[in-house]
């Protein structure tokens, strides 16, 4: 591990600037020939020795065409790439054990296409693109994940081959790109469980405003709408209605509630959420170190799960 | 999904491969054995039916067995193996299997780089300027497959590869002349594998009978070409270019005979040698036609007593050669063994043959004097030059002499030289060339076939041997000018026009033309085809590069390559630079600068927000940051867009130093 890191200190890379774009600079392209490249190489050797050997001029005057073919392929190929700029885009979040994908912008400014430009994340994923003149290409990339928590982009490798497959120049880029993966749901439990769910102690004390629960004695300070006049009318004096409901169908996922290690318990937890969403009850999330209220919809969702991959893991 | 090399080809890119890979290999269809050219055929056509039935398409098993039996149908026709044709011949067949099994884009490579050889190979047999054009076009199509396979889709423009392609081997060719001129080059190859060189060649023969020297004035191909020094060149009446010397006659054909023994004649007078360099085409015979008389010789010649070049190997190749001739020259006295020879005379010698030589003699009161009348009779009898006489079967001399008096020049030479001897004057025949004609372009002397000629020479005894040209006599403008074959009219007895020099613009326009071509063609042969180890010493002296020689000339051309294609890459990359606007390009400038004194530029900030950030932070800057903002703003937003503030900003921001 150490070993890969030293080495990567020596690796030039393309950083991204502060406005997130990194710039393919010259000094950052590497360029070697292909295998195919090689073969050619001893195909001119082969084509040379026969030239002389057949004192052919016309055979040298080939040969030599191609051997500059060769070389000027150099330039073109290590030019492909040059000034290319990357950003990163968004990324989804997702689930653990479901693949991050990024989506990568390269910008060509060049007003000239660049043709046969490859874009491959370390993991082997990969695209190959022709970027048009002057525009901006959007690619996707996927990693597979594991693990909850941040998912960095890892280094990227930018490459062609472009224009005759001699010679392969490439690039390594950083991107300050991430992608949030909620931890893995557990598994579904049925509705009638509701250990996982925290009711509320309180109960119902009829001070919702739903639906009609009952009916008490009229307190002084109770409010007048909710006097039933229509009980009053028929002498049977005055007593105020009861209205529940919404509190009745609260609920607290709460760590404290769960038993287990702490990826189960986040893993059940986000089970809640998920079946809680479902349903479109309203949810509160408990977790040390942090109380999210109850509410509802895609964003309080989002928040929660967020919150539940990123339990733990500083940054 | 599958990536780069990986993906399979469509039936279009297939189409289009087959088509470039079958025209690098159809002109050797021609001439390689037609079993070859079968099975390449054969093969090919069974790839194009599989696209329509791909049930065609041969399985591991059957293309296994296809391999072996190619092999074996090159083997069966070339069984040696070794060789330009063998060798060929294999290439084809794995050519054409390669293609049987073409599936994937990395596939192609092969085909290409197989391509690209058996266009190299195509030198080997051919080398005309049509061919270099077909095989150019047969490379820009090849090479332009290996553009479409690195791109990740197909081309829209559907030329785009073809130019790029093209582009790319302009670009090639300063390096590929850079490297052709300073390769070295060797003398003789690295090993021996024998160029066979096939096809009939036409020249001078060792033997003469009547019509066979007319025969070559139809031909205008160029037996040799001719270098002097500046202003050397000989007048026309002294450019005799000494080939075969014919002593024997049966009295119809003249041979030359056996060799004669010895060292050339030892010369007793010479003038100054003029020495000049002939490139000589492919002859049937081995001999280095030189200038009358031949003083110096080049190396792997023999020189005859009778003063014959001649080449140690057959002239299957174009030769160049260098030699010097002394116009004017005495000879010695004459050898037994030759006088002899030179006074051999045929058994058909009429009764008027000897009655006019003695006719002579008695006129005349030295063998010189009997030469002179020899020519007088020529001149005032009416005599004819055609290229067509009438048959003369029995007797040719005899006939010519007296009955039809029409002949070419072999005529008039082989009679005159007949009719010397009967005076007791020791004579030959001579053929070779006389003449040529001067390329004003390229400042060199054209040879063709139909200058072929034939004259005599003679011994007297104060000159020693001397040339005698009967044609002169009869026909003096042959001797001035070259022959037109195109002049020449095809029925008997029919007199030569010789050609009228440029008598009308068109074909004076004409000739000019040829000229230029043949310059052209000139220039190709000694610079490319022709280019030798001495061509290179010659130019490497021209450029000043001599003392580039044997490794170091390695070297050099390494070293000058390199730096060519350093020159080369500076001037693809200038001229294709990515071209920013400098106006933005100064303010980035502006705003790297203040980056790196930590008041960087955020990505959302515009220009004012950002000079007003800035100025809060480092007040002293105020005036400069103002000035440059408010300067860009205008430019690119205002109606400030002019050369001049463009430079006011530059020269600002060159100037900013937070």
Request: charged content about 20%; proline content about 6%.
């Amino acid at each position: 591990m150490r070993l890969a890191a030293r080495f990567n200190r020596f690796l030039r890379l393309a950083r991204p600037d502060a406005s997130g774009q990194a710039k393919i600079g010259g000094r950052r392209i590497y360029i070697l020939p292909t295998a195919q490249g090689l073969g050619y190489g001893l195909l001119l050797l082969i084509m040379l020795t026969g030239s002389i050997n057949y004192a052919s001029n016309l055979g040298f005057l080939l040969t030599f065409m191609l051997a500059g073919l060769g070389l000027v392929a150099i330039i073109h190929t290590w030019r492909n790439l040059l000034a290319i700029e990357l950003s990163a885009g968004r990324a989804d979040p997702v689930f653990a054990g479901q693949h991050a994908c990024f989506q990568l912008l390269l910008h060509n400014h060049r007003p000239a296409a660049r043709p046969g430009v490859r874009i491959a994340l370390r993991a082997g994923s990969s695209a190959v693109e022709d970027l048009p003149p002057a525009a901006t290409s959007r690619v996707r990339l996927c990693l597979p994940t594991d693990r909850r928590g941040e998912c960095l982009l890892p280094r990227l490798t930018l490459s062609t081959r472009y224009p005759l497959g001699l010679l392969r120049a490439w690039a390594y880029v950083e991107l300050n790109g991430s992608c949030l993966v909620y931890p893995q749901p557990g598994p579904s439990m049925p509705v009638a469980d509701a250990a996982d769910y925290d009711h509320s102690r309180q109960g119902d004390k009829g001070v919702g405003a739903d639906d009609f629960a009952g009916l008490r004695p009229y307190r002084p300070g109770d409010a007048p709408r909710h006097v039933n006049w229509k009980a009053l009318a028929r002498e049977q004096g005055l007593q105020t209605k009861l209205f529940g409901g919404d509190r009745s169908e609260r609920r607290w996922l709460d760590w404290s509630a769960l038993n287990g290690d702490t990826e189960t318990r986040l893993s059940r937890l986000c089970r809640g959420v998920l079946d809680a969403c479902d349903r479109q009850l309203e949810f509160g999330l408990r977790l040390p170190g942090l109380k999210i209220e109850p509410a509802r919809g895609q964003n309080h969702r989002h928040l929660c799960l967020a919150a539940l991959a990123r339990f733990g893991r500083p940054g | 999904m599958k990536v780069g090399a990986k993906i399979e080809l469509s039936a279009r890119e297939q189409l289009t491969v087959f088509l470039f890979a079958a025209m690098a290999t159809a002109p050797h269809l021609l001439h390689l054995a037609p079993g070859i050219s079968t099975f390449f055929i054969a093969i090919i056509g069974l790839r194009l039916l599989a696209l329509h039935f791909p049930g065609l398409l041969p399985g591991r098993l059957l293309l296994f067995l296809l391999t072996i039996g190619g092999l074996a149908n090159v083997l069966a026709h070339y069984p040696l193996l070794l060789g330009r044709d063998a060798g060929v011949a294999l290439l084809i067949s794995m050519q054409a299997l390669k293609l049987l099994e073409l599936r994937r884009r990395r596939d192609i490579y092969v085909v290409v780089f197989l391509g690209y050889f058996i266009l190299v190979t195509q030198f080997l047999f051919r080398q005309e300027m049509l061919l270099v054009g077909y095989v150019s076009v047969a490379l820009v199509g090849l090479t332009a497959m290996l553009v479409q396979i690195n791109r990740a889709t197909v081309s829209e423009r559907r030329l785009a590869p073809y130019t790029l392609a093209l582009a790319l081997l302009l670009q090639a060719l300063p390096i590929m002349l850079v490297l052709f001129f300073l390769f070295p080059r060797f003398e003789s190859p690295l090993w021996d594998l024998g160029l066979e060189q096939k096809g009939a060649v036409t020249g001078i023969s060792d033997r003469i009978t009547p019509g066979s020297i007319s025969r070559l004035s139809r031909s205008r191909a160029i037996a040799f070409r001719v270098d002097f020094e500046r202003d050397t060149m000989p007048p026309p009446a002294l450019r005799y270019w000494r080939g075969p010397v014919l002593w024997d006659t049966d009295g119809k054909s003249w041979v030359q005979g056996k060799k004669l023994p010895g060292p050339p004649d030892r010369l007793l007078a010479a003038s100054n040698p003029i020495p000049y360099s002939v490139t000589l085409e492919p002859t049937p015979g081995s001999w280095l036609f030189a200038l009358d008389i031949p003083r110096q010789t080049p190396p792997n010649s023999r020189l005859s007593a009778d003063f014959q070049l001649t080449s140690a190997q057959r002239i299957s190749r174009r030769t160049r050669y260098q030699a010097s001739a002394s116009l004017n020259y005495r000879t010695g006295p004459l050898s037994v063994n030759q006088r002899q020879r030179a006074l051999q005379l045929p058994d058909n010698i009429t009764v008027r043959m000897r009655r006019l030589v003695q006719d002579w003699q008695q006129r005349a009161d030295s063998q010189a004097a009997v030469v002179e009348q020899a020519l007088q009779y020529f001149r005032r009898q009416p005599f004819y030059y055609t290229l067509y006489p009438p048959l003369a079967e029995t007797n040719p001399s005899d006939q010519f002499l007296f009955d039809t008096r029409r002949g070419f020049c072999e005529h008039y030479a082989t009679s005159f030289t007949l009719l010397m001897r009967l005076a007791g004057i020791p004579s030959r025949v001579v053929t070779g060339y006389q003449g040529g004609e001067r390329n004003p372009l390229g400042d060199y002397l054209i040879v063709r076939q139909s200058d072929a000629h034939a004259w005599s020479e003679v011994w007297l005894p104060e000159q020693g041997w001397k040339r005698v040209d009967p044609t002169a006599a009869v026909a003096p403008q042959r001797i001035q000018q070259s022959l037109d074959p195109d002049l020449i009219d095809d029925f008997t007895g029919a007199p030569i026009v010789f050609r009228n020099t440029d008598s009308d613009l068109l074909r004076s326009f004409a000739h000019h033309l040829n000229w230029g071509l043949d310059t052209i063609n000139a220039s190709w042969h000694r610079w490319i085809l022709g280019y030798s180890k001495q061509r290179q010493s010659r130019l490497l002296q021209l450029l000043g590069l001599d003392f580039l020689n044997g490794n170091r000339l390695a070297l050099g051309m390494v070293a000058i390559t390199g730096f060519t294609v350093l020159l080369l890459f500076a001037i693809i990359a200038y001229r294709s630079r990515d071209r920013i606007d400098p106006t933005i390009a100064a303010y980035r400038q502006f705003c790297r600068r203040l980056a790196h004194r930590g008041i960087g530029r955020q990505p959302h900030e515009g220009p004012r927000d950002y000079a007003r950030r800035v100025i809060l932070s480092r007040p002293e800057l105020g005036l400069k940051v103002e000035s440059i903002v408010r300067l860009y703003i205008g430019i690119r937003y205002g109606r400030m867009d002019n050369p001049e503030n463009r430079r006011r900003l530059q020269r600002l921001v060159a100037d900013f130093r937070p």
